[in-house]
């Protein structure tokens, strides 16, 4: 990027200037970042919720968000999408400073991404309903379709139901080989 100078010289000729995207921290209502998460990567927004493993229930993971009523998205300073982040189901207000969006360093989201991820052993687990239809996307089962049964307590693993010879079989993946087939 150039000098100051120069990039109000391209503001006055007309020239647009590129600004990159940043990391930036959304306020949610009370037990919404998964909808305001869900709802801003619909709309093609880059986001991260950070969430913590904390058991099964039913069958199933159970997460909460490692910072209650907080998410992290990626947009430009120049983005048109920003009101689509302020005014999202569930939002309340991008965390700011003296009236500007307050950004936060590339480096200190991948130290949370990277210490979540060994906290749990690694990769953020992602959270599936009985019945789910995945896919399989690692190991030697990788690239066939599975019916999520349920999560195995204690272990980062996966009770899955695969088709074999005409027939539903259950077999055991790791959790981080399962994909939505979204």
Do not use: N
């Not at 058991?55 to 998410?71: A, T």
């Amino acid at each position: 990027m150039g000098s100051l100078c120069s990039q109000a010289t391209d503001l006055m000729v007309g020239r647009s200037i590129e600004y990159s995207e940043s990391w930036y921290v959304l306020r949610t209502h009370v037990r919404r970042e998964l909808q305001v998460d869900r709802f801003l990567r619909q709309h093609g927004l880059e986001t991260f919720l950070p969430v913590k493993m904390v058991g099964v229930r039913g069958g199933e993971l159970v997460q909460e968000s490692f910072f209650p009523s907080y998410l992290f998205f990626r947009l430009s300073s120049t983005s048109p999408q920003w009101p689509l982040v302020r005014w999202a189901p569930g939002a309340k207000q991008v965390v700011a400073f003296d009236g500007m969006p307050a950004s936060v360093p590339d480096a200190l989201v991948a130290t949370i991404r990277h210490r979540l991820g060994s906290q749990s052993g690694g990769a953020i687990v992602p959270s599936f309903k009985r019945g789910e239809r995945l896919k399989i996307v690692a190991g030697p089962l990788a690239g066939l379709d599975a019916i999520f049964d349920e999560g195995v307590t204690g272990a980062r693993r996966a009770s899955i139901l695969i088709e074999m010879v005409g027939r539903l079989v259950r077999t055991q993946v790791a959790i981080e080989q399962l994909r939505r087939t979204d």
